[in-house]
């Protein structure tokens, strides 16, 4: 097997030997972009969580007073179970 230099590997790809850098912009936007598609999850998670049940809360270890501890990012305390 043959072993090939950084420069030799950008010659046989077609690079003209530098690394690529993604702009400051273009990195900003990607951001800004996860941003909006993690606050769209968080909201579909809220309407399914607000939609269940009592029952169907309690049956994954939640109450109603935890969705907003949950929603706001805090950690809720740890219940003990009776």
Known sequence: MEMH???SLYAIHGLDGRPRR?????RCLSIIARRIRESKRRGRD???LM???DRDLRDIGLTRADL???RHGRRRARRRRR
């Open 46 to 48: 809220d309407k399914m």
């Open 51 to 53: 939609a269940m049940s």
């Open 5 to 7: 230099t950084p420069q």
């Open 22 to 26: 993604r702009s400051v912009l273009r």
């Open 68 to 70: 907003s501890t949950i």
